[in-house]
């Protein structure tokens, strides 16, 4: 079975919101999505993403979540908050608002690599980058420690690729929409970056030199 974290978009009385949903996949799935659950007890929120089979995490709409994840665990249909993981707030690339990149590589039952976007505000422009951050978990509770620099923005990119930005006078965009170790390549971390809003790429790392980054 695997689990899919998803983000709801919503038409409400309020406007277009967002809320975390959860779908869970098995072997028979076809082309038609299983019915998906949507987690309201919340409030709205995006960056859904599944820590393990039943451990959530998402990013609320409030101000006070710009550098601060919500952790949920999730079973028999009954949502309970387990805690909050805290980012800093004083690192250049992220200082405006973080989010999260995609379901963390567990490397042990309790250390994995998860990695983060981080949006910054210059010249009336959000810049993003892509971080990364080591994630430890103690029974039913989560800790982040975050790298200070970032592994990915739009300057390293511009040595390797050609791309476009959908709205180059607001943004310049890098951020990652999934992530895997293939099967075969147990020393490369796969990433898929979407630059630019416009195209989406799979970028590796070694998975070493990022373990390297805190002492493992």
């Not at 967002?18 to 019915?35: E, H, I, Q």
């Not at 630019?196 to 970028?203: C, L, P, R």
């Amino acid at each position: 079975m695997v689990v899919i974290g998803l983000t709801a978009v919503l038409r409400t009385k309020k406007g277009i919101q967002t809320f975390p949903a959860v779908v869970s996949v098995d072997n028979g799935w076809t082309s038609s999505l299983p019915p998906i659950t949507l987690i309201q007890t919340f409030g709205s929120g995006k960056n859904t993403t599944p820590l393990l089979e039943d451990f959530f995490l998402f990013r609320p709409d409030q101000d006070e979540f710009n550098h601060k994840f919500l952790v949920f665990y999730y079973k028999d249909l009954l949502p309970e908050k387990v805690g909050t993981l805290c980012l800093p707030k004083d690192l250049d690339w992220a200082s405006w608002k973080t989010g999260a990149g995609c379901p963390p590589i567990w490397l042990d039952k309790s250390r994995a690599i998860f990695i983060i976007h981080g949006i910054s505000l210059r010249d009336k422009k959000y810049v993003y980058s892509i971080g990364v951050s080591l994630l430890e978990r103690y029974g039913r509770k989560f800790f982040l420690r975050v790298h200070p620099e970032p592994i990915l923005t739009q300057e390293m990119l511009k040595e390797k690729i050609k791309f476009k930005e959908l709205r180059p006078r607001m943004r310049k965009v890098v951020y990652v929409c999934g992530g895997i170790v293939k099967e075969g390549e147990p020393d490369l971390l796969h990433l898929y970056v979407n630059v630019g809003d416009v195209s989406t790429y799979d970028v590796t790392f070694k998975l070493e030199n990022i373990k390297e980054l805190f002492n493992l």
